[in-house]
């Protein structure tokens, strides 16, 4: 079993940054990714971002990259979420998940947080 735990998620004007800690405990494989999904009102849950520990690979989806950066410690169990120059769009809750890249690409995941809310005002 693998808890995620989410934090840093608040509110920000439009242009800001904010940085989303995700911290793995329990069975930790890594042979699983980590990743963000998020998820807006009305919207279905979409990938933001993955890392595998394997490899050091990360991936982004089109609407994040150049802005957001996924990075990791280690020692800690940690991903990191960093969110810059923060658009109304990117208002969601965002969730930590682990799982295997593949699953992660296809928008699946088998362990997941709580969330944490990110609102980004005009």
């Known amino acids: 079993q693998v808890q995620l735990v989410e934090t840093g998620g608040g509110l920000v004007q439009a242009g800001g940054s904010l940085r989303l800690s995700c911290a793995a405990s329990?069975?930790?494989?890594?042979?699983?990714?980590m990743g963000w999904f998020r998820q807006a009102p009305g919207k279905e849950r979409e990938f933001v971002a993955a890392?595998?520990?394997?490899?050091?690979?990360?991936y982004y989806a089109d609407s994040v990259k150049g802005r957001f950066t996924i990075s990791r410690d280690g020692t800690k169990n940690t991903v990191y979420l960093q969110m810059n120059n923060l658009k109304p769009e990117d208002t969601a809750v965002y969730l930590c998940?682990?799982?295997?890249?593949?699953?992660?690409?296809?928008?699946?995941?088998?362990?997941w947080g709580q969330g944490t809310q990110v609102t980004v005002s005009s």
């Open positions: 998940t682990a799982d295997l890249i593949t699953r992660l690409q296809r928008g699946q995941g088998y362990y």
């Open positions: 329990g069975r930790t494989s890594s042979s699983y990714a």
């Open positions: 890392f595998t520990w394997t490899g050091s690979n990360t």
